[in-house]
């Protein structure tokens, strides 16, 4: 639509307003819809081509791009597009957006940012490709380092897209955790001796082992310690928890072990919320964002009682006030320590923003509860 506003301007002050202004704007809009989808449409294989005819090095007649596109052609599209000239956030949205096919809403949500703030981040990272004339080429062996934090951190990011959606009538969106985890079996595969990547793979596994038991069979959502242990998925469970322990005797630790660490205490027979307070405090050396930290909050309130946990998250200030997830701790947190009037605030006010259909209507069901056991 908004290319068709585009033309309307040029068109209509030389050719003049058409009789039906409305059946004109819908009629280009269409068209120009069905044009971008026949590009897309082509666009995955043209790119498998390019990537495939690329030509490699003189030691490495396939180069790397042969090595990871005989793997998976969009995990090298990832290689390449993440790029160590742009800017490593620039180049994790631009990567998610142009070679993963997320939505620009979506990766803001990943970014807790607002939209048109990563609409720009995506403009001036597409500028700067073009300006100073940067050219995304699959990386030889050498530079293969310097791009691997970037691409792990992609490839988790679209997995937690899929995992939970910001918006929308689903809560799990399956073709993206399929798709995460498929570029992360293709890692593991190309470099099978890194323990990041191994953890990377083992944490999706693992988390992913839950995903029938988080929706009911009406489609609600089912909170972890509500949920059906046995529509997990056991053998995803088994084969991350081995990979976890293959990556965490390399003795080389990083974020993405101590997520799959983490992960693998919520599936314990108990959960070790005193230990999951420990994992993330280790993990803050690595990510030290205010979302580690009321992650590591709502461990603390598990472990120590949920004053402990809300003088943590309410340290946080406004700096997670676009995250949904964050009022909905302080508001299950102000719950159980008796502040109900406060806590249905801090429902509402996770509900001002996207979230998924199934979210909201629980967030709604326990806004209902709270007001109905105030009123009593």
Known sequence: MQDACALALTKWPVEGVPSSPRGWLIGVARHKALD???REARRVRLEVVAIREWPGTADEPCGLAGTVATADA???LIFM???PALDPEAR??????CVCGLATADIAAAFVVPEPTLAQR????KRKVRQAGIRLRPPDRDDLPRRLATVLRVIYLVYTQGHMAAAGPNLIRGALCEQAIRLARALAALIPDEPEVTGLLALLLITDARRAARISDTGDLVPLGCQDRDRWDAAKVAEGTVLLEQALTAGRPGPHQLHAAIAACHVQPETDWREISALYSELARYEPTAVTEANRAVA???AEGPAAGLAILDSLGMRLARWPQFHIARAELLRMTGRTGEAITAFRRA???PLPRPERTFLQERINELRDARDT
């Open 36 to 38: 971008r989808l026949r």
């Open 92 to 97: 994790i949205a631009l990567t998610l957006r």
């Open 351 to 353: 509900l001002d923003l």
């Open 122 to 125: 995506l403009v001036r990272a």
């Open 74 to 76: 969009e995990l090298a």
């Open 300 to 302: 603390v309130a598990m």
């Open 81 to 83: 597009c993440c790029h």
